[in-house]
């Protein structure tokens, strides 16, 4: 438990429902302080967090943007200025930076994907919007190297960001988690090499089309292959009409929305990572693989390119090349001692760079730098 001066310090979260949010606010939440949630979108996961007070504006969209965002604004402004939070910490949600600007509050400004990594390419409101949101900002946290460039490649100093990973609990995430009894489930045999997605299907840029269509190529060669994917979302239907088309039905295990808590096995359980993503930053479930001791394969992009050295502690390969994919899938079937060298190594990495404590911890300091 904190210090009784920083118990009750009130934090108030301005996010759409993720699972980031939901982790940081459960974290500060369990150390003592007082947290609240501000937020105008749901994303694909349910949450309830404990003992958190959620503030549900009317959902922005591209269609109503332009009629609803003042309302919301001044909507926010008064919840601002009724809670009177130590600090706020916004999350992504760049054009709410002037509502917290007006209620006389510091805040900071977290940065965790598409919200930056797709600036470059976006319209002048998008842009000036973000700028904006940085440059009210006292701190900018951002999860990967190649976020912060963006950030300075419009002007934001450097001294004004830090990067801070969504760390992983090694307590809960670690090699020695149970391997033999999930893959019985699974009717997955010990002898069978063991494949897994965690992304969700969702989203496009995650690609899990990619990773489908290379399994097939997989399976030429090496039969005793198994392919899990882990995930909900619009695509899945697609994605099972896909598996049976290419005739692979047997191999491919959909298992659905699986609880965080129980992610860990199934990591434990497979031998082989695949992300298939050609646009993210640090990944979560990229690191969650490091931690439980799995050799990855994932796309050659900024955000993986600061985790994974190609044969050093996993593969890159070009984004959407299916066939490439499955030639690096196809290397670690065949090099088992190669596999197991890469896990050891990815388990150290998260354990030194990527501890979901240490993480917390650097983030409570700034928190309580604004005070």
């Not at 190609?310 to 670690?332: C, M, T």
Request: charged letters at 20%; one cysteine or more; glycine letters at 4%.
């Amino acid at each position: 438990m904190e210090a009784d001066v920083f118990t009750m310090l009130k934090i108030c979260y301005v996010s759409s429902i993720a699972v980031h949010s939901k982790r940081w606010i459960e974290a500060f939440s369990q150390k003592g302080y007082e947290t609240f949630l501000i937020t105008d979108k749901k994303a694909w996961m349910p949450f309830s967090p404990r003992r958190t007070p959620i503030c549900s504006l009317p959902e922005l969209n591209k269609q109503n943007f332009p009629k609803r965002l003042i309302p919301n604004t001044f909507t926010m402004v008064r919840v601002l200025r009724r809670i009177s939070p130590d600090v706020i910490n916004l999350q992504a949600l760049h054009y709410y930076a002037p509502a917290i600007f007006l209620s006389n509050h510091p805040y900071i400004l977290t940065s965790w994907g598409l919200e930056v990594l797709e600036l470059p390419q976006s319209d002048l409101i998008d842009k000036n919007l973000a700028r904006i949101a940085a440059v009210l900002a006292r701190r900018i946290i951002v999860d990967a190297q190649c976020l912060k460039e963006i950030w300075v490649s419009l002007g934001i100093p450097k001294n004004k960001i830090d990067v801070i990973p969504f760390g992983v609990d090694t307590n809960t995430f670690h090699p020695a988690s149970n391997r033999d009894n999930l893959r019985e489930q699974l009717d997955i045999k010990n002898a069978d090499t063991l494949i897994i997605s965690t992304r969700p299907f969702y989203a496009s840029h995650y690609n899990i089309e990619c990773l489908i269509k290379a399994f097939p190529l997989v399976l030429k060669s090496h039969k005793s292959v198994k392919l899990v994917l882990k995930g909900v979302g619009p695509l899945e239907a697609y994605f099972k009409r896909l598996v049976e088309k290419l005739k692979i039905a047997g191999n491919v295990h959909f298992v659905g929305l699986v609880p965080h808590h129980e992610v860990a096995r199934y990591l434990a359980s497979a031998d082989i990572y695949v992300s298939t993503s050609f646009i993210d930053s640090t990944s979560v479930s990229l690191l969650e693989a490091m931690a439980c001791g799995l050799a990855p394969v994932v796309t050659d992009i900024p955000g993986n390119r600061e985790w994974i050295q190609d044969g050093v502690n996993g593969f890159l390969f070009p984004p959407r090349d299916s066939r490439a994919l499955a030639e690096k899938i196809i290397q670690l079937i065949e090099n088992p001692k190669l596999r197991e060298l890469f896990g050891q190594r990815n388990f150290q990495i998260v354990k030194e760079r990527a501890e979901w404590q240490k993480c917390v911890s650097r983030m409570e300091a700034i928190y309580k730098s604004l005070l």
